[in-house]
């Protein structure tokens, strides 16, 4: 099998430029700059190295750097954004500081006509096409061997080639979709100049890891925290193949539950696989140690804390079990911090975990997945469309969707509150509109109006977005008639909520949650 090596500067779209590349049936790993050597990658068998983006500026010394050797390995590379900077810089170009002339966001490139056999970089992207920009530095002056590509008003070079090293690299972002041609960009990289086979399926990913966690567990007993979630679902069923009985699923009920969604969760699991299904009732236990804490990265690490305590003391009734399993996926990495990578969030199964545990080994299969093939390895595991298609709901439960102190009382505010947005969303037959949808409960309070009398109640926020990675999520155009009716029901028959809004910002700026 052919796979391509994604080197990782810290840039936002790291993981997206991976995924693109298996969209394409190639299998893409990423590594931090700094953990592999140009050795180590012409040992490792990689047809093709990508250079992601990254924040900093190459000419800087304080800013990663990479051997120059990697120049000279005979393996085709694509540096894009900082990436390809990076490149020119190796090379002996020069890079200089755009000042008030960088580029952000949707831009017109101009592709620079040369014959094909240097301009296979560009040969399936029109004269002129939207690219997707993100710079303050430039390359302003091209290495020796090199030949421009493309450019823009304010960008010389915004795509370049040496031909004969087979050595590119982009100014703009080919991976995301606002680069109308962006794919066309990588599979020319991909197929016409690194000549990768397309021959990854997700599959082979299920044999790999069923047989790798065998090799790695050897008869080893494993704990699994089950949320009842599309990602730890998939996470019990590929265990359950690799490992039967030797898998205990442990569903921790930690009163941050959407409305009936305990009950759900045990009824869909209860002897659907070959594993053990342990319910917690640990309501009373978080809820005591979130009491008063109001700061979500604290809220998220006391959650995390309290999780793997929980999993902890199942174990030890257990007994004999030491590995501990979580359906973490990339996201969750991603967003928890990696590397030189900034922390947006901890999420409650990596940055949240405590530095001390009682489990000897953490396996996560799911880590390297994003969320759309993960559900095709539910899928392809024999997993219902039901459970697979459910929406990503958070480990750390309501507990991010409560702003300010949480309490039994708020709690169950939220929970009517949310399970009357998604009645009427699915009534209204809008569920295929928007990837997740939810209610959060604030802690701003206005004045209101209920029976000819003043009131003085919280405002609850409706989030709606649709995505189909969840990197970048755009808020779902919910039709106003349906915004009225969950208005008007919340309001109507929750006696604290006086006040109701929708939250119209997309990823980025905002994160899909609140918290």
């Known amino acids: 099998m052919d796979k391509v090596l994604v080197l990782d500067f810290g840039g936002q779209y790291d993981q ?12 893409a790993e990423i590594k931090p700059y700094n953990k592999i050597s140009p050795d180590e990658i012409l040992e490792a068998g990689y047809k093709a190295v990508i250079l992601t983006g990254g924040p900093n500026s190459v000419y800087l010394e304080s800013s990663p750097h990479y051997d120059a050797k990697l120049l000279e390995l005979g393996i085709p590379v694509l540096g894009i954004c900082y990436g390809a900077q990076l490149i020119a810089w190796m090379a002996g170009g020069k890079v200089s500081a755009a000042g008030s002339s960088g580029e952000y966001g949707k831009t017109e490139v101009t592709a620079d006509r040369v014959s094909s056999k240097v301009g296979l970089l560009m040969e399936d992207v029109p004269e002129t096409s939207i690219c997707w920009m993100s ?3 430039y390359i302003s002056e091209l ?11 304010v960008c010389p070079v915004a795509a370049m080639g040496d031909p004969v090293r ?18 066309e960009v990588i599979a020319d990289f991909l197929f016409k100049i690194s000549n990768v086979k397309a021959d990854w399926k997700m599959d082979d990913f299920i044999d790999i890891s069923v047989k790798r966690i065998q090799e790695m567990l050897n008869g080893k007993k494993v704990l699994l925290g089950l949320s009842g979630g ?25 009163g941050l539950l959407r409305k009936g969604e305990g009950d759900l969760v045990e009824s869909a699991f209860r002897g659907r696989f070959d594993m053990n299904l342990i319910r917690v009732d640990a309501e009373e ?51 928890s911090g990696k590397g030189d990578s900034s922390v947006i969030k901890s999420h409650h199964n990596v940055g949240g975990l405590p530095s001390v545990m009682k489990f000897d080994e953490i396996i996560e299969p799911l880590r390297d997945l994003f969320k759309d093939e993960v559900r095709e390895v539910g899928l392809k595991l024999g997993l219902p469309e039901e459970l697979v298609f459910r929406q990503p709901f958070p480990g750390p439960g309501l ?55 003043r009131t003085y109640g919280s405002t609850v ?44 910002t997309s990823k980025p700026p905002a994160t899909v949650e609140w918290l």
């Open 461 to 504: 926020v409706l989030r709606s977005v649709t995505t189909d990675d969840f990197m970048t999520a755009e808020w779902t155009r919910l039709p106003f008639e349906l915004l009225e009716k969950v208005s008007l029901r919340i309001t109507n028959e929750i006696e604290d909520i006086t006040r109701v809004v929708y939250d119209i």
């Open 16 to 27: 997206l430029i991976a995924r693109r590349v298996r969209e394409m049936s190639v299998y």
């Open 285 to 335: 236990r978080f809820l005591t140690k979130l009491s008063g804490v109001t700061d979500p990265e604290t809220r998220r690490k006391i959650i995390g804390e309290e999780f793997i305590r929980t999993f902890e003391d199942a174990s030890e009734m257990i007994g004999d079990i030491t590995v501990l399993a979580q359906g973490t996926i990339y996201p969750d990495v991603i967003e």
């Open 135 to 137: 710079h303050t530095d």
């Open 166 to 183: 087979k050595i590119y690299g982009t100014q703009f972002h080919p991976e995301v979709t606002h680069t109308v041609y962006g794919k």
């Open 230 to 254: 599309v990602d730890s679902s998939v996470c019990a069923a590929l265990l359950s193949r690799a490992i039967g009985k030797d898998l205990t699923a442990v569903f921790v009920d930690h």
């Open 399 to 453: 507990a991010v969707r409560v702003i300010g102190e949480i309490s039994k009382e708020k709690l169950d505010i939220l929970r009517e509150a949310d399970a009357i947005f998604r009645e009427e969303i699915a009534k209204a037959g809008c569920e295929e509109l928007a990837s997740q949808f939810f209610a959060v409960l604030t802690d701003l309070r206005s004045v209101g109006v209920k029976g000819d009398a």
């Open 143 to 153: 290495p020796e061997g090199f030949i421009r590509l493309a450019h823009t008003d």
